[in-house]
């Protein structure tokens, strides 16, 4: 078992999370608008759905490794010119972060949770991020393929619950500082595009 591949996923997770996208900026909007524990149960219901993605990616392709090295090395291909595509778009985009709590309702924690669900569920875009992503940090000869696609997912949702439950807990700290330093998206925005970039280039090259 290869610890240190782990140890990159995580660290390659953390940044994502941190990094401003519509997820934690939802959660961040949630917390201020209609409490902490709101913006928990936003995080909670979105963090569900990934395990919905990771139980798709985890038999879809162990299936296809199973079948041929060369499909498998095409999904890493093809995972790699997505997020260097992704990396464009970040690139492309303004750094700017706008917090305005204009247009978000009241709803109770269950709504929450729901809403949070099906948004990660229904959206196509976290289907196809989880099979540019997970794919190359694949860490052991020994271990089925689906256990770790399953242990990758979870240290997915723990990584990134963790993000975001700070981000829920502390969304009126986060909220001032980003008022007070208007140029903290620019250096957030680099950080996304070197991530995404990285993690391509860890796929062009990683082995399994």
């Not at 595509?85 to 978000?104: C, M, N």
């Not at 008022?179 to 090259?205: C, D, H, M, R, T």
């Amino acid at each position: 078992m290869n610890y240190e591949t782990l140890y990159a996923f995580m660290a390659a997770t953390a940044a994502l999370a941190i990094s401003p996208g519509p997820d934690n900026i939802y959660v961040l909007m949630q917390s201020l608008v209609n409490g902490k524990k709101y913006g928990l149960a936003t995080m909670a219901g979105l963090m569900s759905g990934c395990i919905v993605h990771t139980t798709l990616l985890a038999f879809g392709v162990s299936a296809i490794i199973k079948q041929s090295d060369v499909l498998f090395f095409g999904i890493k291909l093809l995972g790699a010119i997505y997020l260097f595509f992704l990396a464009y778009k970040v690139f492309k985009s303004d750094a700017s972060l706008v917090i305005s709590k204009e247009g978000v309702g009241r709803k109770s924690l269950g709504a929450l949770f729901k809403q949070g669900f099906i948004m990660n569920v229904l959206n196509p875009k976290v289907t196809i991020f989880f099979l540019a992503f997970f794919p190359g940090f694949l860490f052991s000869d020994s271990v089925s393929t689906v256990v770790q696609f399953y242990i990758l997912g979870a240290l997915f949702v723990l990584v990134s619950s963790v993000i975001f439950g700070s981000i829920a807990l502390l969304s009126g700290v986060i909220s001032s500082r980003i008022k007070e330093n208007p140029g903290i998206g620019g250096y957030l925005k680099w950080l996304q595009i070197i991530v995404f970039v990285g993690i391509a280039v860890y796929l062009l090259i990683s082995d399994k």
